[in-house]
């Protein structure tokens, strides 16, 4: 498992950040792509100071065709060749659906599916035509409920879901491995950790810690597997979500929202 | 007048060394992490002490940038304003963080804020230290003992525990204490490290969760108040000549860890360098 080169999305933030220390750790070429032209540099550096690895970076702004368009030009003039995919550039934006604007609603669509499509269009047109190649979808836990209060978010990673299996079953013949990854909340930030705070119990349990993560994605995507929930409670509940009606997940899931959603505004007040 | 650079300036064991060296007329600069924050601290400090010289920067040491652009900053003022000499560096910020966090250069937060940030912020301002024969201080912990640097996995991706991750990086406090006078004695320089004991102050519920709160908030029950732990500071500046010792408490000079020793220092030193990309000449 050496030489394989890796495009991470939203590459500088978090999750992308934590996957791209994880594919340096394990030797692996990285070409990294966000929309924060600074804090590409800033974690090319750090990770040029820690591994021994190539690092490329081209800030892109991933909902703007001709920016990919020049991300995988930029990638073909460096001799690029993907063996792996990981999408982890997506956006929330919290709020009811009638509390916020509609820029901000389609905002997650445009980011969490269209430009994922895109980037996975393109991405698979300069892949290693020898050997396997992986995708990763960072779905989330979300997908596995309809969820008021995040209701466009959730359904926007659902869609990300239903996409990555069937991908997968499509380009099987083609060697292609797809992998969604569904996680809970993760502690990417600070306000984030405010986040996970004001759900109490189950933020807390919910939660998993970002390295580990990342380290046991890459693994279950190189072993080929089509789903990941990291933590044994949140698969439980991804369980639960195929035995128990939606109308009544939905409604619980509502009222804890409500109640979460209250205690973050007076944190954040 | 003697000028001192406190870091993590805005509450808790730094505002109180605010306090302290302003009463014992040193000029301040302080250094916090929000803007607010300083406004509210140069506020308080300037309404008791009207006629000392307090400045404060902001700036978030997690990011080595902005340790570059706040020591940028430091640099001007003390160049325009002190003669380019510094007296003092008090590398006091510190942090706890419950889980696995990155900083935007991808280092764990708490080595890379309570460490790093110590490391490179005295790279960047040693010229005006050696000027004045400065003493470079750390607010180091007792709780560097029976802790070893874990050099195969310095920023513990691999098993995280909040304690252990603090543990080692107050143990990187001690040793940069320890590499400093190593290679900067003979140019004037004197480098310590304080145990301020169990203070009441906020850091294990600033952007913690769960279990670190939980403990923390039993712990505070104990403490005692900054302003006692604030005199090691001044009492170690204050003195004519420099003390010989590299560990203090609250009772004169402590004993430390045996893990403190050249070998650990000289590693710690270079991998410092290469973690911040940097060479001390």
Not at chain 1, 77 to 94: F, P
Not at chain 1, 188 to 206: L, M
Not at chain 1, 231 to 237: P, Q
Request: charged fraction near 20%; aromatic fraction near 10%.
């Amino acid at each position: 498992m050496i030489d394989l080169t890796v495009l991470i999305t939203g590459a500088s933030g978090g999750l992308g950040r934590a996957f791209a220390l994880e594919c340096a750790a394990r030797g692996f070429d990285i070409l990294l792509t966000d929309i924060n032209a600074e804090g590409l540099e800033r974690i090319k550096n750090g990770i040029l100071r820690q591994y021994d690895v190539h690092v490329y970076t081209k800030p892109c702004d991933i909902t703007n065709d001709s920016e990919v368009n020049s991300l995988i030009n930029y990638a073909k003039e460096a001799g690029i060749k993907l063996d792996m995919l990981l999408n982890v550039a997506g956006i929330d934006h919290e709020g009811g659906f009638t509390t916020q604007s509609l820029n901000n609603i389609t905002e997650i669509l445009r980011v969490n599916i269209e430009a994922t499509l895109r980037m996975t269009y393109k991405a698979l047109s300069i892949r290693r035509k020898t050997g396997r190649f992986y995708i990763v979808f960072v779905s989330s836990l979300a997908a596995m409920y309809p969820m008021p209060l995040k209701a466009t978010y959730a359904a926007s990673k659902r869609f990300l879901f239903d996409f990555s299996l069937a991908l997968g079953q499509e380009l099987k013949s083609e060697n292609v491995k797809v992998l969604a990854l569904c996680p809970g909340g993760m502690p990417t930030n600070d306000n984030c950790i405010k986040a996970i705070e004001a759900q109490g119990v189950w933020g807390e349990i919910t939660t998993n810690t970002l390295e580990k993560i990342a380290h046991r994605t890459i693994s279950m995507a190189l072993h080929g597997r089509k789903v990941y929930v990291p933590g044994t409670i949140n698969r439980l509940f991804s369980i639960v979500s195929r035995i128990v009606p939606a109308s009544i997940t939905t409604k619980l899931i509502h009222s804890r929202w409500h109640r979460a959603q209250e205690k973050w505004i007076i944190n954040q007040g | 007048m003697k000028t001192v650079v406190i870091t993590g300036a805005t509450s808790g064991i730094g505002f109180a060394v605010c306090h302290e060296l302003a009463a014992s007329n040193y000029s301040i600069v302080g250094v916090g992490r929000s803007d607010e924050n300083c406004k509210k601290a140069l506020e308080l400090l300037k309404k008791e002490y009207p006629d000392v010289p307090i400045v404060f920067f902001s700036g978030d040491l997690s990011r080595q940038i902005e340790v570059l652009r706040v020591s940028n900053e430091i640099r001007a003022y003390i160049e325009a304003k002190c003669n380019g000499q510094l007296y003092g560096l008090i590398n006091n910020a510190g942090c706890v963080r419950s889980y696995y966090m990155t900083t935007e250069d991808g280092y764990e937060y708490q080595f890379a804020v309570n460490h790093l940030a110590s490391f490179l912020l005295t790279y960047y301002l040693m010229e005006c230290l050696i000027k004045s024969k400065g003493r470079i201080i750390m607010t180091s912990s007792g709780s560097h003992k029976r802790m070893k640097m874990h050099w195969n996995d310095i920023m513990f991706k691999h098993g995280y525990n909040p304690l252990l991750v603090y543990k080692q990086s107050k143990l990187a406090n001690l040793l940069f204490a320890y590499g400093l006078n190593d290679r900067f004695a003979n140019h004037g320089i004197s480098a310590y490290g304080i145990e301020p004991g169990l203070v009441k102050t906020d850091i294990g519920f600033k952007n913690t969760g769960g279990l670190v709160k939980t403990v923390w908030k039993f712990r505070k029950r104990e403490g005692v108040s900054a302003d006692i732990p604030a005199k090691i500071y001044s009492f170690l500046l204050n003195q004519a000549e420099a003390p010989k010792g590299l560990y203090y408490d609250k009772s004169g000079e402590a004993e430390y860890s045996r893990q403190v020793n050249k070998e650990n220092a000289d590693r710690l030193w270079a991998l410092s360098e290469q973690l911040c990309g940097v060479r001390w000449g």
